[in-house]
């Protein structure tokens, strides 16, 4: 689903919860610029999953900066993982997700809620659930924080935290 999708909010509600129930969780694409034409044409599209919270007591996840069709099977990818017992630490490496690129995990700060994951609302209406944002290497291996990263690569996939870098590990000592 696209937020471009023209439904009522209950239905959209109803759509949400019947593809979680189906599938393990929704996921929904949102581009880098708003329905209406407005927003930053150059800002990074993503996609985060509706319903995993819900239906398997695992967080929901969001990804950034990836090709839409990418980052469907990115989701589809961790929903399968955790609802069949994996579990995520933030900090850690995983591959699988996308061949030669391993991802890992961090939290998502509360204030990015509303931005990251709008449609999720509908489900969870007082905005209670846990949310992770997966960060994906470069096909150098280098990720958004380091300096040696390819150019715009930060800025292209932000890190969901208060301050903009990860919070749940220290980059090259106990995390990538």
């Known amino acids: 689903m696209t937020v471009s999708d023209t439904r009522s909010d209950e ?11 189906q ?12 329905a209406d034409g407005t927003g930053d044409p150059g800002a990074a599209p993503f996609a985060f999953t509706v319903g995993a919270w819900r239906r398997a007591g695992v967080p ?20 399968a993982r955790a609802g069949a017992g994996e579990r995520f630490r933030p900090g850690e490496s995983y591959d699988g997700f996308l061949e ?15 931005e990251y994951f709008g449609h999720a609302f509908l489900v969870y209406r007082t905005g209670q659930f846990a949310a992770v944002q997966i960060l994906v290497s470069a096909p150098d291996g280098s990720w958004p924080w380091q300096e040696d990263a390819p ?3 930060a800025r292209w996939q932000p890190v969901l935290t208060d301050s903009g870098a990860p919070e749940s590990w220290v980059p090259g000592v106990d995390g990538p």
């Open 151 to 153: 150019g715009g690569f």
């Open 100 to 114: 030669g690129c391993p991802v890992t995990f961090e939290r998502v700060a509360a204030q990015f809620y509303p």
């Open 11 to 21: 239905e959209l509600r109803r759509w949400l919860l019947d593809t979680a129930e």
């Open 60 to 79: 929901e996840a969001v990804v950034i900066g990836l090709p839409p069709e990418v980052a469907q099977a990115v989701l589809n990818t961790y929903v």
């Open 23 to 34: 599938y393990g969780a929704a996921v929904v694409q949102v581009d880098g610029v708003e």
